[in-house]
């Protein structure tokens, strides 16, 4: 089991960026695969970056060039880089994890640890 912690979630203006932190502890092989979703009010959960344990990403086709996913290993934490944030990015950002990476799935239900989530609201 893994047990995944957000953190970096805020109020910021349309343009601006912000960077998310996923913390893992517990089993490290157990996230080995690790990625980000999100879920705005009303609307169905997006996958938005997953990294495999080689350094493999894979991105939504919207978000392409916007967000970037990385990993620091050694401290067992994943990045979410969100630039030219727009108000159709307000969500509760989610991490989640697994111990491997089965076609770099961006769907989240494919994911055996998710966290708790951090708001993004991004203003006009």
């Known amino acids: 089991q893994v047990k995944l912690v957000e953190s970096g979630g805020g109020s910021v203006q349309a343009g601006g960026s912000l960077r998310l932190s996923c913390s893992a502890s517990g089993q490290s092989d157990s996230s080995s695969c690790m990625m980000w979703f999100r879920q705005a009010p009303g609307k169905e959960r997006e996958g938005v970056g997953v990294i495999a344990g080689d350094g493999r990403t894979r991105y939504a086709d919207s978000l392409k060039g916007r967000f970037t996913i990385s990993k620091d290993i050694a401290k067992n934490t994943l990045y979410l880089q969100m630039d030219s944030l727009t108000p159709e990015d307000t969500a509760m950002y989610y991490c989640?994890?697994?111990?491997?990476?089965?076609?770099?799935?961006?769907?989240?239900?494919?994911?055996?640890?998710w966290g708790q989530g951090t708001q993004v609201t991004v203003s006009s």
């Open positions: 989640a994890a697994d111990r491997y990476c089965v076609g770099l799935s961006l769907d989240p239900l494919t994911y055996l640890n």
